[in-house]
């Protein structure tokens, strides 16, 4: 992959101009393997970062680091290369673009990143409440423990305003697996129907894409996801409190085990993936980690 870093942004010279690009220091600084060669080129790609986040209630830690580390992130990545573009989606059973940015769907301050994972985790994460439902929508929701990442991952792909001369990354945080049309996260009991309301309370939250048109949207999009989710399963204690569709063992599939069969997003998109556990208990730097692949993207074309 390094490699390659040097030859493409020399057949893009011509349309990245001749203005210099004052990263080397930032570059060195971050230590990424074969940095020294990277002011060779002349790539101005500006940065663009997707948050998608599991705002279920056994995430509300990720939230909280988030909120307390996000300034970090921003001032790194503004370092990278300047006017840096982040946007949110937080997702359960289903999912929504935020809109409180300074410009609508895209934040560029810390500030009102802060305020919205603090609005999420207060609204939505304390209730059992979707995203995709609004601050008035149902409470008590979350009947069956696998989320809905796959169609957060492809709002992120399709709707967030990418800019054509971005180094386009998503940041995902999730402990579980997810589902595929057409299979519905609100039937508890997968009979087809959504209409149980003794605990833990049906609703109707179908699938709307499948694994394959995720990725697909993901990669013709040039989107790297770097996902931090559960290597290994949790014990009995600490199992989500519902049922589920599929088995415990599966909730690495789609992030570092295949989803039925097919390989992980993190692989099929030139991305990684990071112990969630290691977030959790502060072994990982959830800014330092996001700051280091913000950094190894940029300027460094997507392998697919
Ligand atoms: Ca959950
Ligand atoms: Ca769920
Ligand atoms: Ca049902």
Not at 32 to 46: F, H, L, P, T
Not at 151 to 176: C, E, G, M, Q, S
Not at 226 to 252: D, K, V, Y
Request: negative net charge.
């Amino acid at each position: 992959m390094r490699a390659c870093r040097l030859l493409v942004p020399c057949a893009l010279l011509a349309a990245c101009g001749p203005s210099t690009r004052d990263g080397a220091t930032v570059d060195a600084a971050g230590g990424g393997s074969g940095s020294s060669n990277v002011d060779a080129g002349k790539c101005e790609e500006v940065v663009d970062v997707v948050f998608v986040l599991d705002t279920s209630s056994s995430m509300d830690f990720v939230l909280t680091k988030l909120d307390a580390q996000i300034a970090q992130v921003v001032t790194a990545a503004n370092m990278v290369a300047a006017d840096a573009h982040f946007g949110l989606i937080p997702f359960q059973d289903n999912s929504v673009l935020d809109s409180t940015g300074s410009m609508g769907v895209v934040h560029t301050t810390a500030a009102s990143l802060q305020t919205a994972f603090k609005y999420y985790r207060d609204t939505f994460t304390a209730n059992n409440r979707n995203p995709g439902d609004g601050p008035s929508g149902p409470t008590t929701q979350n009947p069956i423990c696998e989320e809905n990442s796959l169609d957060a991952l492809y709002a992120a792909a399709a709707t967030f305003p990418w800019r054509d001369n971005a180094t386009r990354v998503v940041i995902l945080a999730t402990d579980d697996t997810f589902l595929e049309r057409a299979d519905n996260y609100g039937d508890r009991d997968g009979d087809g129907l959504t209409n149980k309301t003794d605990y833990p309370r049906e609703g109707n939250y179908p699938a709307a894409r499948t694994m394959t048109e995720t990725v697909t949207a993901l990669r013709e999009a040039k989107v790297r996801v770097f996902s931090f989710s559960r290597i290994t399963q949790p014990n009995i204690l600490e199992r989500c409190g519902t049922g589920r569709r599929l088995p415990w063992a599966s909730i690495t599939d789609g992030w570092t085990t295949p989803y039925k069969s097919m390989p992980p997003i993190p692989m099929q998109t030139d991305g990684a993936n990071y112990d969630l556990d290691k977030v959790k208990n502060g072994t990982l730097s959830l800014a330092e980690t996001i700051n280091n692949v913000v950094l190894d993207s940029h300027c460094n074309p997507i392998i697919l």
